[in-house]
């Protein structure tokens, strides 16, 4: 029984208060307080007219004002209105009590309860918000105060009447009730604010300590990581340092290889040089001349290799320029011939080493064969252009030519017989290219590989 009137006083409390309302807490606690006041308010009213019609008769029903005021104000509350809820009852509580008030006078004590009003008002308006309507409630209950003192309405005198006591008293002890009743729920609903005030303070603490054990733990934790972090770090650099030691031995070998064989190459070059003293035949002595310039083209591939940090490829400009340079050595103080090479290629276009050396003998015949059969007979001078273009994929295209009478009608790759041509062909199979040729104003060749 008590578990369901508590649950019953617990379901008038909140009507019209949703479970999950914004609201603030200041708000909801009027709420409250408004709705628990007007449901006593529903006993109380009509309970007062009985005492009421003896003395003034019919007009004690303006009793029914207020208790129609409060049923209405609990109505428009439950359907989510609380300012136009908390204005009906106010005003009807009001304007009822001042009617009473008028035509009793001051022996029954009605201007007294309109303080009840007052504070009631006081509790469920907004002091910040609506602070007019409230100061138009104290000006209203000095005036009703100001009526029931001074009968301004000369009401009748009701001080002698043998039962005016008893009324008196009894509206004092309501009134007195209804006041702490007021006290009590306001008590109360500090209670239950400190009582949340702390349950939220005592879980904020129990957070805040849960923060600083995580905080102590990631602590740990990061202490634990920085000093892994840093083992793992020294054990890198010295593994950086270890690789860095054998990429420079690996380095110095490979330099010296590369000039080991680039002297090897030299010394083959010499030894080919001895062995032609001991002949007097041109032919011969041109054919030993030609193999030591395909030897010197090879040995400038290892030349580059071991001048540079970069073992992989070569830059094809500086390597085309060093042939050139040999092959004017060699046959330009020979034969007092005069060269003139133009170098096309782009600076920053590399080749694969495995690639250098075909592609360096290929222009190296193309070049002692412009200088065989292209020098001109009047001038003397032979001009040679190289230049290269990358494509898609990888892939290269050199274009060759230079200013003499240009290749024969009947001139084919598969039907030359001279080594150059061969080689050449040779050559150009072993990188997988393709090569073609024709006349214009001298020999043109072009071929494409890919790097």
């Known amino acids: 029984m008590t578990s369901k009137l508590k649950d019953l006083w617990n379901f008038i409390s909140h009507l019209g208060i949703s479970d999950n309302s914004e609201s603030e807490y200041d708000k909801t606690k009027r709420q409250i307080f408004f709705n628990r006041c007007l449901f006593i308010g529903m006993f109380s009213l009509p309970a007062a007219i009985p005492s009421l019609i003896p003395f003034i008769g019919n007009y004690a029903f303006l009793n029914l004002i207020s208790f129609s005021g409060v049923i209405l104000a609990l109505i428009i509350h439950s359907n989510g209105n609380f300012a136009i809820a908390k204005r009906v009852a106010i005003y009807s509580i009001f304007i009822a009590g001042g009617f009473i008030t008028a035509l009793s006078g001051g022996d029954f004590l ?132 270890f690789l860095e030691e054998q990429n420079k031995e690996k380095e110095i070998l490979l330099k010296e290889i590369h000039h080991r ?127 290269i273009e990358e494509l898609e994929n990888e892939y290269y295209s050199i274009t060759y030519r230079d200013n003499g009478p240009g290749l024969s009608d009947e001139f084919t790759l598969d039907s030359s017989n001279t080594l150059g041509i061969q080689l050449i062909s040779a050559l150009i199979e072993q990188l997988d290219g393709e090569l073609s040729y024709h006349n214009d104003n001298g020999a043109v060749f072009q071929f494409t590989f890919k790097n």
């Open 110 to 241: 009605y201007h007294i309860g309109v303080i009840t009003g007052l504070v009631f008002s006081w509790v469920v308006f907004n002091n910040k918000n609506e602070r007019p309507e409230l100061l138009l409630f104290i000006l209203f209950t000095i005036y009703v105060y100001v009526i029931g003192e001074y009968n301004l309405f000369n009401a009748p005198d009701f001080s002698q009447d043998p039962d005016i006591q008893i009324i008196r008293t009894s509206n004092l002890i309501g009134y007195t009730v209804i006041l702490l009743i007021f006290v009590n729920f306001m008590r109360s609903l500090n209670k239950n604010y400190e009582k949340q005030l702390k349950q939220t303070i005592k879980e904020k603490e129990a957070l805040v300590q849960t923060v600083l054990d995580n905080s102590k733990e990631l602590k740990h934790e990061r202490t634990v990581l920085e000093k892994v972090v840093l083992e793992r770090t020294e054990e890198l650099q010295e593994q950086k340092n």
């Open 261 to 387: 064989v680039k002297n090897n190459l030299q010394i083959i070059v010499s030894l080919l040089n001895l062995q032609a003293s001991n002949f007097k035949d041109k032919q011969v002595l041109k054919a030993i001349e030609e193999t030591q310039n395909r030897i010197i083209s090879m040995s400038l591939v290892h030349q580059r290799m071991y001048q540079t940090s970069n073992f992989i490829n070569i830059e094809i400009h500086d390597y085309i320029n060093l042939l050139m340079d040999n092959n004017k050595a060699l046959y330009a103080l020979k034969d007092n011939n005069e060269f003139v090479f133009n170098n096309n290629t782009y600076s920053d276009l590399r080749v694969d080493v495995e690639k250098a050396i075909p592609l360096g003998l290929i222009i190296n015949e193309m070049i002692t064969n412009s200088i065989k059969y292209a020098t001109s007979d009047s001038t003397g001078s032979t001009t040679i252009d190289i230049s």
